[in-house]
C-alpha cells in the first residue's frame, strides 16, 4: 500500500498536469554586475528582456557535451528524471543529510521555469513532486533539446 499510493498518485497527476509549450515560457531575467569581491555593481534591467532564444545549432558541441558530462551523462536517454537520484535527494532531505536535487537538466529547468525551488518541508516535497511529473511528461512529449533554452 506504502508503494501504491504514490504510483496511483503520480499517473493520475500526469494525466492531468500540461506541459507548456516552449514559447509560453518567459524568459526575461535581471543581469546583475558584479564587482571582484561580490558587491554589486548595477543591475540591468532591460525593457524587452535579456534572454533570446537560440537554436541548440547555435551552440558550439563542445559546449553541450561539456553541459551534459558536467550536468547529466544520461539526459538522451533518461525519462527525465534519475531514480537513484531522486531516491538519494528524498533520504537525505526527510533524514537530515545534505539537501540535493538529484536533478537531470529536464528536472532542473522544469523548477527554475515552472514550479519554483522551495527545498524544505512539505512544500519541497510537493514542489519535487510536481518537478518530476512534469519533467516526466515533459521528456515524453518533444525533443529533449527544449530543455536546452535559457530559464
Same mark, same amino acid.
Given at each position: !500500500? ?9 499517473? !493520475? ?14 524568459? %526575461? ?62 533520504? %537525505? ?59
Amino acid at each position: !500500500m506504502l508503494l501504491v499510493l504514490p504510483i496511483i498518485t503520480f499517473a !493520475m497527476a500526469y494525466f492531468i498536469v500540461d506541459v507548456p509549450k516552449p514559447g509560453d515560457i518567459r524568459t %526575461n531575467q535581471v543581469s546583475t554586475i558584479l564587482a571582484s569581491d561580490g558587491s554589486e555593481l548595477a543591475k540591468i534591467i532591460p525593457p524587452e528582456g535579456n534572454r533570446v532564444d537560440v537554436d541548440l545549432k547555435q551552440v558550439p558541441v563542445h559546449v553541450r557535451r561539456a553541459v551534459l558530462a558536467a550536468e547529466d551523462r544520461n539526459f538522451y536517454s533518461n525519462p527525465g528524471f534519475s531514480l537513484t537520484g531522486f531516491a538519494r535527494a528524498v533520504k %537525505n532531505n526527510m533524514f537530515g543529510g545534505d539537501l540535493q536535487g538529484g536533478s537531470t537538466i529536464t528536472q532542473q529547468y522544469v523548477k527554475n521555469a515552472l514550479v519554483g525551488s522551495q527545498r524544505t518541508g512539505f512544500g519541497g516535497l510537493i514542489r519535487k513532486a510536481k518537478e518530476l511529473v512534469v519533467a516526466t511528461k515533459m521528456s515524453g512529449s518533444g525533443p529533449k533539446t527544449m530543455c536546452c533554452r535559457p530559464i
